[in-house]
C-alpha cells in the first residue's frame, strides 16, 4: 500500500466524522451547554463561598471561573469522545463498522484515524467553548490558547482512546450509554476539574489520591497548565502513556480473532 492509500483512507474516515457533525447541530449545542450551565451558574454560585482561589502551581491568584474553566474544556473532551464511541457501537450495529475494519489497511491505523477524527471535532467545540469564555471575561495569556492546542489534541486523543476501548466489548446500543453514565460521572467529580488537589486533600486523603491517579485529572492539569502559559511534564507523560495503553487494549478488542468480538461470537 502507498502513502497516497494512507492519506486517502484517513481523509475519507475525518470527512465522514465531520460530515456527520454538521448534520447533528444538536449535538454540537448539546456538547457547548453542559459546560456553560457548569460556567455561569455553578461557578457563580460558589464564587461567592469560595471567593479567590489559590492555585499553587501558577504561583498566584485567579477567579474559581478561572480555575474550572480548563476543567470544563476537558469536559467537553470527555463526552464527545463517549459520544464518538457511541456513534461506533451505532455503525457495528448497521455494518458499516465491518466495511471499515475489513479495509486493506492495518486495523490500528483504520482506529487511529477514526480516533483522530472524532478528536478533531472534540477541538473545534472545546475552542468555541473558550471563545465563549473569553466573551465572559475569562481570558487567560493570548499565548494560551496556542500553547493548550497540543495539549487539547493529546488529551482528546486519551479519552477518545478510552472511549473506543469500552465501545470494543458493548454489544447492544442501549447497554452503551449505562456505561457512559457509569464512567463520565465518576471520572469528572472524582478529578480536579471542579477542585484543586489540595483543596480535596483537606477533605478526603483518600478521594484525593484516587483524582490524583484518574487519567481525567491529569488531562486537565496539561490543558490547564497550558492555558496559562506553562508545562506539566508530569501529566503530559501520564496522558501519553494513558494514551498508548487505551489504543493498544482498543486494537486488540476490535480484533475480530482476539479481542472481545471473538469473546462476543462465543
Excluded: C
Aim: proline share 5%.
Amino acid at each position: 500500500m502507498r502513502l497516497m492509500h494512507y492519506l486517502r483512507a484517513t481523509n475519507a474516515i475525518v470527512g465522514r466524522e465531520l460530515l456527520r457533525f454538521l448534520h447533528q447541530r444538536g449535538r454540537f449545542v448539546a456538547a457547548l451547554v453542559r459546560p456553560l450551565v457548569w460556567l455561569f451558574i455553578f461557578a457563580a454560585g460558589f464564587r461567592s463561598t469560595l471567593g479567590i482561589a489559590v492555585i499553587p502551581p501558577y504561583e498566584t491568584y485567579i477567579l474559581y471561573e478561572e480555575y474550572i474553566t480548563p476543567g470544563l474544556a476537558g469536559m467537553i473532551l470527555l463526552f464527545n469522545g463517549m459520544q464518538s464511541s457511541l456513534s461506533m457501537v451505532y455503525d457495528r450495529e448497521m455494518g458499516s463498522m465491518r466495511i471499515l475494519l475489513v479495509a486493506p489497511l492495518p486495523r490500528w491505523y483504520l482506529l487511529s484515524s477514526k480516533l483522530l477524527a472524532s478528536t478533531f471535532v472534540s477541538l473545534l467545540q472545546a475552542y468555541v467553548f473558550l471563545g465563549i469564555a473569553w466573551a465572559y471575561e475569562i481570558q487567560p495569556p493570548p499565548v494560551g490558547y496556542l500553547y493548550v492546542f497540543p495539549a487539547l489534541i493529546l488529551a482528546g486523543l486519551m479519552l477518545g482512546a478510552m472511549g473506543m476501548f469500552l465501545s470494543s466489548f458493548i454489544k447492544q446500543l442501549e447497554n452503551f450509554a449505562g456505561v457512559m453514565n457509569f464512567v463520565i460521572f465518576p471520572m469528572f467529580f472524582l478529578s480536579t476539574a471542579l477542585y484543586p488537589l489540595w483543596r480535596l486533600q483537606e477533605s478526603s486523603k483518600l478521594l484525593a489520591r484516587l483524582a490524583q491517579y484518574n487519567p481525567f485529572s491529569q488531562a486537565v492539569e496539561l490543558i490547564r497548565f497550558a492555558l496559562y502559559g506553562q508545562f506539566n511534564r508530569y501529566a503530559f507523560f501520564y496522558t501519553l502513556v494513558t494514551l498508548l495503553v487505551f489504543l493498544v487494549l482498543a486494537v486488540w478488542g476490535y480484533n475480530p480473532s482476539k479481542g472481545m468480538m471473538k469473546r462476543r461470537k462465543g
